[in-house]
């Protein structure tokens, strides 16, 4: 099984929706982050949490938000959907007692927002 | 936090050794380089960090200038499977002893048969 899994993989879904992508990972690290990934460019942080019921935002986490409830989950929501929320997502996790940011991805939900 | 800039793309023979060069000259002293890459639009796949000294693994080299201001990774016999966007990445302190990733462009590895 793979240590962080996403769901759904794919979602198309209708402006003004609000949906949420689910995060779990097996790997029992204490850090989750939320990035997404417009075509042809770099991951850009959303939120990111340091241990359950921490949150920190990243640098685009307007019109998202996160759960965590639980070490080994972490959930995106995007309230209202808008066409530009289309993208790839990837949840990371990486473990603190390790010292640095080695991080390791889910393989990404893809969403499309018509 | 300290930016890279690395090649949009480059080419390798099949078997012989990638060298992908990345240019970090504002990086700080407590800063590590890391290296990923996204196999098409897989998830992105740690590779290797360092600090100071050249580090080596089971899937790379990486060897950093003694003045921290470059770096390159080695893939010592590319193959097929290796083409893939690779992201040269300056940890940066984001406060409360924690260290964030910063994703740039990365450079397109092209392995050619």
Redesign the interface.
Known sequence: DADVTQTPRNRITKTGKRIMLECSQTKGHDRMYWYRQDPGLGLRLIYYSFDVKDINKGEISDGYSVSRQAQAKFSLSLESAIPNQTALYFCATSDSRRGRETQYFGPGTRLLVL | DAKTTQPPSMDCAEGRAANLPCNHSTISGNE?V?WYRQIH??????II?GLKNNETNEMASLIITEDRKSSTLILPHATLRDTAVY?CIV?WDSG???????????TKLSVIP
């Open positions: 590590y890391y639009s897989q998830g992105p796949q740690y960090h992201y940890s409360a002893g924690s260290y964030q990733l910063t994703f740039g462009k990365g």
